[in-house]
């Protein structure tokens, strides 16, 4: 979050006139100065039906079993809401999650699901396919919102993961939840301090050990490829430790400061920029014909399952969520 962070800022209306701890960047935006990715704070992409939901990594029984637990669990506000208001659907079911995707997480392990299948029993039956890295901002200064330099780190840093030992979690995980909340917060707050084992260690401090462990992966992938991208994507990322206003969130504020934008005519500006890019740099014909192609094929698919289904609605969603009582009851 500290190096890809890139929402240290916020509209107002957001809150909708609810009491926070944010600071005012002007009559629109609310910000937090040394913020990194409040879309990843208790602000943003997150959800109080979901405070008391931790499911363990340690084992893929335990995280499954945890998902089924809160996709069948009620939960009371959503029950005064009701599943269903003037004959109309307003919601699935009225628990915890609705469906196993709802769940918000930094990453969360993957597999790719039959027609049919809910995520939970696709996991159960065939295991991890990939893991989902959810927790990355998009970079409002670049087209694509991610560049080579990015990807090639996290390549490294997630290869390094897998090849590190990984104890299982006891106590951590509360001192993790934590850590996060600091960083989405405060990250670029110069000393500012993490738990790492129950002992107080500044972020600038564990960030350097780890990128400094993370170099023979990023070495051991460019002897594998050639030249020199990795180490130069780290060195990048080494940069924005030392100093951090080369990160993505200093950046945003930087330059709505300067220009004197709200957070909405940074974001406006920025889509306009990177709409205009891509009319400069339009798909060769080839490549047009075959995305056309691709979505014709699509509609014309979804037009065949919809004249061959079978029942209504309410029979498809009677049936998915007797899907998951009938895995806890196994």
Not at 206 to 223: P, V
Request: net charge negative.
């Amino acid at each position: 979050m500290y190096l890809f962070g890139a929402s240290p800022a916020l509209d107002a209306g957001f809150l909708r006139g609810r009491p926070s701890q944010l600071e005012r960047l002007d009559e629109h935006t609310l910000y937090l100065p040394y913020a990194t990715s409040l879309r990843m704070s208790d602000l943003g992409y997150q959800n109080n039906a979901q405070a008391g939901l931790t499911p363990c990594y340690n084992d893929l029984q335990s995280y499954i079993d945890s998902l089924r637990q809160a996709v069948s669990t009620p939960y009371p506000p959503y029950e005064k809401v009701g599943t269903k208001q003037d004959g109309e659907w307003v919601q699935l079911n009225t628990n915890i999650l609705q469906i196993e995707n709802e769940y918000y997480s930094s990453i969360r392990p993957k597999r790719v699901t039959y027609t049919g299948e809910r995520p939970v029993q696709a996991l159960a039956a065939r295991g991890v396919q990939y893991v989902e890295v959810r927790c990355l901002d998009i970079n409002p200064f670049l087209p694509l919102g991610i560049d080579l330099d990015e990807a090639r780190f996290l390549d490294a840093f997630l290869l390094f993961c897998a090849f590190s030992d990984s104890p299982l979690l006891n106590g951590e995980c509360s001192d993790a939840t934590d850590n996060f909340l600091a960083v989405v917060k405060e990250g670029r707050r110069p000393g500012l301090q993490l738990q790492r084992r129950g002992q107080p260690v500044e972020l600038q401090v564990w960030a350097n050990e780890l990128l400094e462990r993370i170099a023979d992966t990023a070495a051991l992938l460019d002897r594998a490829r050639g030249g020199e991208a990795h180490a130069a994507a780290l060195a990048a990322q080494r940069a924005k430790v030392a100093d951090a206003e080369l990160t993505p969130s200093a950046q945003v504020l930087k330059v709505m400061r300067e220009r004197g934008e709200s957070f909405e005519a940074f974001s406006l500006r920025q889509s306009r920029e990177h709409a205009e890019y891509f009319r400069q740099h339009p798909l060769a014909a080839e490549e047009q014909a075959r995305f056309e192609k691709m979505a014709s094929d699509s509609l014309a698919e979804q037009t065949e399952l919809e004249r061959d289904q079978d029942g209504d609605f309410d029979t498809f969603v009677a049936a998915y969520q007797a899907s998951i009582l009938g895995l806890i009851s196994n």
